[in-house]
């Protein structure tokens, strides 16, 4: 099923004893629909505060009654406000939502601004400054490709690798914001928030007319998080869609 | 000053005993810089759970000495973070938000979808089926002027009648969104919610065939609370904006 949720209110997308989870409360969800527990598995374990309108949630039923079309409902009855089924659908038993993702798309939303808006504070990061698009652009264009991103990689992240591809990363004003938008087979930890932050701290860096010594590139390529500038905030990130084959 | 809020958490823009209200917390900021009671006067008096982004409050202060540019900053430190001061200005005594204001903008939010959205629930009203936009907007085009909008007003609104002009009215595509915006010189209690909640209804009647006898401008013409149909809910609304000469 695709799931939509605001992030705000919640410690995160994975199951933490005595938190208030969104796999906590789906699973609850789905228990009491079962009579039981029901295990999932999801494309992205998104952290606390970021939010999700395209994120992927897979599980086991015999209630093969219900069809496709009435599971969100069906389920969304029993699930909390800032937490919507969009979408479901039956799909093979061998599928699984994180290991047969293929793309997962990321938006990081910016408004540039004086003063907050208090209608969008839980979605999106303000910045007092203009970004110069075309000189951030020139910088994000380098993560395209097959790349070790360890210098964007948080400790504490899981075991497999640092090596990931990126398939898009870049900056676009769309209304009265910008967006940053980035797709890739996999993301390391805090990997989106650590690229968003190191470009803006560098964007900021250059209306002050300070000269960076190394370029963006130079960064990527040492591997080494000392490197990297200041996480960006979770809460005006969002997991926007997988791609599966 | 310019006002921007989020409505969800307060019972209206005007002060009740016992609630939490927008000019509760604006007058409370301003007894906080200033050592002792100061009254506000708005552009509007918006319902509980209707947003601002363009709200106006004038008040009177002898703090002269705090430059024009400095006052957002210096009243946001004392506000909750659901409201913000956008910009402020010394204007002429004889001012009043309310009285010298010649037109109020306002917008109506509204997603076509069969699921709400987590991340908008706040902010829009979600219907499920899509909006005939030519021809609610030939509905809508028959509010335009000065006419008696008694049909369209709550009981227990204000005394000063019921004639008001609009100035412009019409539903368009935004994104994913409907977005109906509307300016007149001055609303009835619960004026748009009732205009957009009929609007709607006759739209939702068109697409399952059913014929509409009287004609929308029928209802206008009738000057009858009974014509109307169901009040839009108040999440959807946003004082966008207020002119002054």
Redesign the interface.
């Given at each position: 099923m695709r799931l939509?949720?605001?992030g705000t209110d919640f410690a995160g997308y994975q199951v933490q004893p005595g938190e208030r989870t969104v796999q906590g409360v789906v699973e609850s969800a789905l228990a009491a629909m079962h009579g039981g527990p029901i295990g999932t598995s999801a494309a992205g374990r998104t952290d606390s505060g970021v939010?999700a309108?395209g994120q992927y949630v897979a599980f086991m039923t015999d209630l093969a009654s219900i069809p496709e079309e009435r599971w969100?409902?069906a389920l969304?009855g029993h699930l909390p406000?800032?937490?919507?089924?969009?979408?479901a659908r039956f799909v093979p038993p061998e599928f699984h939502a994180r290991f047969s993702a293929r793309r997962r798309h990321y938006r990081y939303r910016i408004l540039e601004a004086?003063?907050?808006?208090?209608?969008r504070?839980r979605?999106v990061h303000r910045i007092p400054w203009q970004i110069d698009i075309a000189a951030t652009n020139a910088e994000a264009a380098t993560l395209v490709g097959t790349h070790d991103f360890a210098t964007f990689a948080a400790a504490g992240g899981e075991g497999n690798g640092t090596v990931r591809t990126v398939y898009y990363a870049d900056f676009r004003r769309l209304?009265d914001e910008v967006v940053f938008a980035i797709c890739a087979n996999g993301f390391l930890w805090h990997m989106v928030r650590s690229i968003v932050g190191t470009l803006l701290q560098r964007d900021r860096d250059r209306h002050r007319s300070r000269i960076h010594k190394p370029t963006f590139a130079d960064l990527l390529e040492a591997r080494d998080r000392a490197g990297a500038g200041t996480t960006a905030p979770a809460h005006a990130l969002?997991l926007t869609g997988v791609d599966y084959d």
């Open positions: 939509a949720y605001d939010h309108t969100g409902a969304n406000r800032d937490v919507r089924v969009q979408a004086e003063a907050d808006d208090p209608l504070r979605y209304g969002c």
